[in-house]
């Protein structure tokens, strides 16, 4: 009987739980610190024909992560962007569970990969409260994106949001789960299937 677990989060139950708490010394297993949620942002308020670029960005995305985006509204009106207060310029995706998972597996062993001149990952782009944020220049990094029929490029923001309190905990945490940061010496516990 073949399991429906994804491979990221056996591996982070199994694997990664028990080397955090032998290396940075937690005394119960809840202080671990985990993945909360994944939240994917694309704007597309720049464009000139901003209606068709946004519904082709909705559905690329919902292509890359299995789940309708929403639609997001201009807080407040620019005069030079030609924006208007309300104005529908973007679209996000927030992933949680199963499914935020299964497009981490497909993010660091599909995509990550495809990357031109990839060297790895900036251990800048972490804030105070250990979140991660990477831009995403060009969508078709993604396998499940058809190059063939693609009509523009779709450029966007993956926040990657989870409890560790401080950078190094969160660090600690990506890194044994195999992200690929510039300068990580530590080899990363979760392997590619």
Not at 26 to 45: A, D, F, R, S
């Amino acid at each position: 009987m073949k399991s429906n677990v994804p491979k990221f989060l056996k591996a982070y139950r199994e694997v990664v739980v028990p080397y955090l708490i032998e290396k940075n010394g937690y005394k119960n297993i809840h202080e671990v610190p985990k993945i909360v949620k994944i939240t994917l942002n694309c704007c597309m308020g720049s464009s000139g024909d901003i209606k068709v670029a946004l519904e082709e960005a909705a559905k690329e995305m919902a292509l890359i992560t299995g789940q309708k985006p929403v639609k997001t509204r201009a807080k407040k009106s620019i005069s030079n962007f030609k924006l208007r207060k309300g104005q529908e310029i973007g679209c996000k995706v927030t992933l949680r569970g199963e499914r935020m998972y299964e497009f981490l597996e497909r993010f660091v062993w599909a995509a990550l990969p495809r990357v031109r001149d990839f060297r790895g990952l900036p251990t800048r782009s972490f804030d105070a409260q250990g979140n991660y944020t990477i831009g995403v220049k060009d969508h078709t990094i993604f396998p499940e994106v058809d190059i063939e029929n693609l009509k523009r490029n779709i450029g966007f923001d993956i926040t990657i949001v989870t409890t560790a309190k401080t950078k190094k905990e969160a660090i600690d945490l990506l890194s044994s789960m195999g992200f690929p940061f510039i300068g990580e010496k530590s080899k990363p516990l979760v392997l590619s299937a």
